[in-house]
């Protein structure tokens, strides 16, 4: 699970993609065209959540979970579904994630990373959201 924070700047995604780098080894799970779509579904996500604190979600990104609000949380449920990784009702989908982040990393470790980060329910479908990114921006490392 790769996830953007847009601004409503169409570069979103590389900019993203630049801080979001190991220093020595860029982890993105991401092909080009996913790349393209998943800034598509975050643009649209922040379309459905204007009220989303801007601050919040450059924290978010560096891997600053302090100031997650409620809507913040919404706004990545939203992501998720629209990448068809969490369903309408809020269960996550592991088994397609695994397919579509295996088409450039490895499955064996895209199949921990994913049933790992998996596990841990939210009292209600933003709360999932938000304990699944949470747990990928923990783990990535083991993608390597």
């Known amino acids: 699970m790769c996830v953007f924070f847009p601004t409503r700047s169409k570069t979103v995604a590389r900019l993203v993609y630049c801080k979001t780098k190991n220093k020595s080894t860029a982890i993105s799970p991401l092909t080009e065209g996913q790349m393209k779509k998943a800034e598509g579904f975050a ?8 009220s989303l604190n801007k601050e919040h979600l450059l924290l978010l990104k560096d891997g600053d979970f302090s100031k997650v609000d409620a809507e913040t949380k919404c706004f990545l449920r939203c992501f998720l579904q629209e990448a068809k990784f969490m369903d309408a009702s809020g269960k996550l989908l592991s088994d397609y994630a695994i397919e ?45």
């Open 43 to 50: 643009l649209g996500c922040l379309e459905q959540h204007k």
């Open 100 to 144: 579509r982040l295996s088409l450039s990393r490895e499955k064996s470790k895209v199949e921990e990373l994913v049933k790992k980060c998996s596990v841990a329910e939210g009292e209600d479908s933003c709360e999932t959201a938000f304990k699944a990114v949470e747990c990928y921006h923990r783990e990535k490392a083991s993608l390597l």
